[in-house]
T-cell receptor
């Protein structure tokens, strides 16, 4: 079993839709949970960061972490064509700052 | 302004011909990382430097080497590129390593990547 599993894509939605992106993980030592957005031919950029369990909201984006289920989600409200990108979940433990990434899911928002 | 800069953005090399990829940062971060990302795959950490200390991942092939001559620059050397080494190579930096508690500013900042083609 891979340490981090991410829902396979690609995902195509109409503009304005609510998008739900999900990852599961197996390593209970993970404490820090991130979502990176990667546009075509660019490097990943940090979108959301969460420590431990709970929700975090930033504009149209909400990150959820459920450590008891080892499950994290990213919700995008009122999706826009500019949200079209690959979304990578990433996690790390405490003392070790090594990031473990999911494979990424490519999202396309149709105008 | 770009904080992590990678050059070149696109590199074409021949099978077996050594190639060097460059990364520079303006963040004055202690840690610099090199990742390999193949199409539709997760970025794979090759190695990282904490200051001048080099840390190799156990499964990184010997074909891959790195140099960090100063805080700002880090190089990835591929001694004899094979067809399987064609990928996007990502450089990243972070302020520190092994902190007891991280904040969002302690996470990794990525450069735009260098796409390597091996003919």
């Amino acid at each position: 079993q891979k340490e981090v599993e991410q829902d396979p894509g690609p995902l195509s939605v109409p503009e304005g839709a609510i998008v739900s992106l999900n990852c599961t993980y197996s390593n209970s030592a993970f404490q820090y949970f991130m979502w990176y957005r990667q546009y075509s031919r660019k490097g990943p950029e940090l979108l959301m960061y969460t420590y431990s369990s709970g929700n975090k909201e930033d504009g149209r984006f909400t990150a959820q972490v459920d450590k008891s289920s080892k499950y994290i989600s990213l919700f995008i409200r009122d999706s826009q064509p500019s949200d079209s990108a690959t979304y990578l979940c990433a996690m790390m433990g405490g003392a070790n700052s090594k990031l473990t990434f999911g494979k990424g899911i490519t999202l396309s928002v149709r105008p | 302004d770009a904080m992590v800069i990678q050059n070149p953005r696109y590199q074409v090399t021949q099978f077996g011909k050594p190639v060097t990829l460059s990364c520079s940062q303006t963040l004055n971060h202690n840690v610099m990382y090199w990742y390999q990302q193949k199409s539709s795959q997760a970025p794979k950490l090759l190695f990282h430097y904490y200051d001048k200390d080099f840390n190799n991942e156990a499964d990184t092939p010997d074909n891959f080497q790195s140099r960090r001559p100063n805080t700002s620059f880090c190089f990835l050397d591929i001694r004899s590129p094979g067809l399987g080494d064609a990928a996007m190579y990502l450089c990243a930096t972070s302020r520190d390593w092994g902190l007891a508690r991280l904040t969002s500013t302690d996470t990794q900042y990525f450069g735009p990547g260098t796409r390597l083609t091996v003919l």
